[in-house]
């Protein structure tokens, strides 16, 4: 194997070190030139059309890697059928949990057995631990820059935490066009006068949501999960960075992370991107009881630019968070 797919985040260690190149197939997918002849394409092998999007961008994607890493406990509950069918089809794959009692000696067995997976050890990992801390800091880097001076534009922003999942599949070219981004925002000072929104959930399938919010006149300086891709907590150990790794674990560690970031960041109201058929809907619940913050809800299915319903309700939702500013 030289590429190895990813269906969501991982210890991105124990590539480095087995010198392999880890593959997000979730941006290999999003960012092709058709995406939707991905998913249909899935859909002809035999996908149900009620099955996640994402679940099936990811099949046909996979055709691009020799080899699949799936998170089957910590993100999509549809990924073990997926991991299930990639090896029946002769696909070397390895299903990675995060446990759920956020134990570190459970944590550091599935480390290991990735690692023996990826033909490296997690003592070689480790010495990959600073070069793969500072690429994530300079994500976290355009994210502070974006937030507090608005000199990065919000999908830029998006893009460069969402792709510190895999650095972009080339560490050495997303480093440098990351930090072209840093030096380019360098002495300019954006204007962030309309609504200050939170984006929380997972990555949107909306192609150019972030463009059309900045176009209403509202800016995003909140990406949780897309932050979180990035190890925004700093230990000092990398195993334990990922022990504090909000998104797969319980949502109490996302509502105490979003609060707080929203405090800081002064966030004026929410969007929570959901996805269709997706069990992860149901943390709405959880959020609009606890988060104190008006939220809107935008459900997305297929790649695409934000469609009319949605536009409409967005306008208004910035509307009445404008009424109150």
Not at 190 to 211: A, D, E, K, T, Y
Not at 280 to 297: A, S, V
Request: hydrophobic letters at 35%; one cysteine or more; proline letters at 5%.
């Amino acid at each position: 194997m030289d590429r190895v797919g990813i269906t969501t985040t991982v210890p991105l260690e124990p590539f480095l070190a087995s010198g392999k190149q880890a593959v997000d197939l979730n941006n290999s997918f999003i960012g092709s030139a058709s995406p939707n002849e991905l998913v249909e394409e899935a859909q002809v092998k035999g996908y149900p059309r009620n099955i996640c999007t994402w679940i099936k961008g990811l099949d046909t994607a996979s055709s691009l890697v020799d080899g699949v890493v799936g998170v089957v406990r910590g993100d999509c509950s549809n990924t073990e059928s997926l991991l299930e069918t990639l090896h029946r089809e002769g696909m070397p794959v390895h299903p990675f949990s995060y446990p759920f009692n956020r134990d570190r000696k459970d944590l550091v067995a599935e480390i290991e057995e990735l690692c023996g997976f990826l033909g490296t050890t997690i003592d070689e990992s480790s010495e990959m631990a600073d070069e793969t801390r500072s690429m994530r800091d300079l994500a976290l880097e355009v994210d502070e820059i974006g937030w507090k001076t608005g000199s990065i534009s919000a999908q830029d922003v998006h893009i460069s935490l969402v792709s510190s999942s895999d650095l972009g599949g080339d560490p050495s070219l997303w480093e440098r066009s990351v930090r072209s981004l840093i030096e380019n925002s360098s002495g300019k000072e954006g204007m962030i006068r309309g609504p200050r929104l939170g984006f929380i959930g997972v990555p949107p399938i909306i192609s150019n949501l972030f463009p059309r919010i900045e176009g209403l006149g509202a800016k995003v300086v909140f990406f949780e999960t897309q932050r979180q891709f990035a190890m925004p907590k700093r230990t000092g150990n990398w195993i334990d960075d990922y022990l504090e790794y909000t998104y797969p674990y319980d949502i109490g560690g996302r509502v105490d992370d979003i609060k707080r970031e929203c405090g800081r960041r002064k966030i004026d109201g929410i969007v929570h991107y959901v996805q269709s058929f997706c069990h992860r809907q149901i943390d709405d619940i959880i959020f609009r009881k606890e988060l104190g913050l008006p939220i809107l809800t935008l459900e997305g299915n297929l790649p695409g630019p934000l469609d009319e319903r949605n536009l409409i309700r967005l306008e208004a939702f910035l509307d009445v968070l404008e009424g109150g500013l």
